[in-house]
């Protein structure tokens, strides 16, 4: 299964298969591919790609992936979180797009070295008050 945030800019689709911004720039309009406008952003660098089933589609039959799907059908939407904050959404997003070979190295960090270390990597450290 390819695990892919629901929008991408062109250079980000382009990035992640692997294909020049020309080519995904091509494909969205030979495709009639879905694109809406990212506020603030000016010009043509201002649009995101709509992921649906089509563009994901495409994607699985490209060389480069067409190993990850063969026999698979498309995993079920991501379950909703409640109310979680901007960087937890951002950092589930993140953890979604993942390769398995980067997921493999993610849980042999944790493992090796737990969460405190990759939040110290991170150079995230604990400010609360509330454990006075």
């Excluded at 992640?16 to 495709?31: A, S, Y």
């Excluded at 090796?112 to 006075?132: C, F, W």
């Amino acid at each position: 299964m390819i695990k892919i945030p629901a929008k991408l800019t062109t250079e980000e689709l382009a990035d992640f298969v692997g294909m020049t911004k020309q080519t995904v720039n091509r494909w969205i309009r030979k495709k009639g591919w879905q694109t809406q406008k990212i506020p603030g952003v000016k010009g043509g660098r201002g649009r995101q790609i709509l992921i649906d089933k089509n563009v994901l589609a495409f994607i699985e039959q490209l060389p480069k992936f067409r190993h990850l799907t063969s026999g698979r059908s498309l995993a079920e939407p991501a379950a909703a979180y409640g109310n979680l904050s901007a960087p937890m959404r951002q950092i589930i997003s993140v953890l979604q797009t993942m390769t398995p070979s980067e997921e493999e190295q993610l849980d042999r960090l944790l493992k090796r070295n737990g969460l405190q270390y990759m939040l110290s990597r991170l150079d995230i450290t604990e400010t609360s008050t509330h454990n006075k």
